[in-house]
């Protein structure tokens, strides 16, 4: 049965008692990325996961494309350049801009995936992050289309899925996770949760007079996943960056749908008795 939407701190609580801890996440601060690709690279050491994105996508300097069950960190470049004749004339205008992005699981308060797994290979940790146990994963795939964000997906090796575990082995013995510690310029912020939404809402007012687009994305416990683990601070809309505007936790809807299947099957079960009975009833 899916977790009551917006309760991963009680979930959490529940399960793990006096042993729970406060939840903790990353707040990504985009206005701060240089696209260095840092990240990428300790989170595959550190999690020992196989080197891909080696092709030439031709998508300016994004070699990894997406995240995926071996690539658990993917830094995006975006170019806004304005490529009309006019325009090349100028070698470079003022309103010509990269964005980067290190995008990441969002670990979010109400998780599709965790959700659907048949066989409890996603859980929800003690730090009210969502991991994946390999050894218990049975590589069925209901994760992968039930997740919002397409996160999480098939491992090259193994026979199950991958994705951010936010270094769950590193918490545990209070370590920040290799992303977090590698990026060179503190856009990647790891923490308490409550705190780091404190400090993305004071970031935000800082730079706005600057990017008057920029917005907080997953911050809000009232979104269609009740917030993320992992949220950002944007210098556009969501879409631009690949990811949905507006993102809705696709089991959502789960016990609404069972409570209709009990009513439906009772009324069937009621219909075959009385026909089993016939006229003489």
Not at 70 to 90: C, G
Not at 214 to 223: F, R, T
């Amino acid at each position: 049965m899916p977790e009551a939407f917006g309760d991963a701190a009680e979930t959490t609580l529940a399960t793990y008692g006096d042993a729970a801890q406060p939840r903790v996440g990353f707040f990504t601060d985009t206005t701060l990325c240089i696209g260095c690709k840092a990240c990428e690279v300790a989170c595959k050491q550190w999690n020992e996961i196989p080197t891909d994105g080696l092709e030439f996508t031709g998508n300016s300097y994004d070699n990894t494309s997406q995240l995926g069950g071996d690539t658990w960190r993917h830094v995006a470049f975006i170019e806004q350049m304005d490529h009309s004749p006019q325009a090349q004339l100028v070698q470079f205008d003022s309103t010509d801009r990269w964005l980067m992005e290190s995008d990441v699981c969002k670990h979010c308060t109400s998780a599709a995936c965790l959700d659907v797994c048949p066989t409890g290979a996603l859980f929800r940790t003690e730090f009210g992050t969502v991991v994946v146990q390999d050894d218990v994963c049975n590589g069925c795939g209901y994760c992968v289309p039930a997740c919002p964000f397409g996160v999480i997906d098939a491992r090259q090796e193994g026979g199950h899925v991958g994705k951010c575990t936010l270094c769950y082995d590193r918490l545990k013995t209070g370590e920040e996770p290799a992303c977090a510690k590698a990026c060179p310029t503190e856009s990647i912020q790891f923490g308490d949760l409550d705190e780091l939404r404190e400090r993305a809402a004071e970031r935000l007012e800082a730079v706005r007079p600057n990017f008057t687009s920029a917005q907080l994305y997953g911050a809000d416990d009232a979104d269609g996943v009740g917030g993320f683990g992992a949220f950002f601070l944007l210098l556009d809309k969501p879409e631009v960056y690949g990811m949905p505007p507006d993102p809705i936790v696709t089991t959502r809807d789960l016990p609404h749908m069972w409570r209709r299947a009990g009513i439906a099957a009772l009324t069937l079960a009621a219909i075959v008795a009385v026909t089993a009975l016939g006229p003489e009833a």
